[in-house]
């Protein structure tokens, strides 16, 4: 996707994370960071349920505080 020059947007983020909440997670994150999207609900919410699903409950605490109301 990025290699054909299209940017991810909130949605797409989330779709990814809700598809493979495993894989790739810390890697998913960083970029979600990178595009200041953790803010997002759609992918804070996404990136938190990634999380407790792995059972990094401490990560999905400090998600939980990013995400805007």
């Known amino acids: 996707m990025k290699k054909d ?39 804070g919410t996404a990136l938190l349920d990634a999380y407790v699903k792995t059972g990094d409950t401490d990560e999905a605490a400090k998600v939980f505080e990013e995400i805007d109301e």
Do not use: C, W
């Open 5 to 43: 020059g299209i940017r991810p947007n909130d949605f797409t983020y989330s779709t990814i994370l809700a598809a493979h909440p495993s894989i790739s997670l810390f890697q998913v994150h960083a970029e979600v960071i990178k595009t200041e999207y953790q803010s997002s609900p759609t992918v």
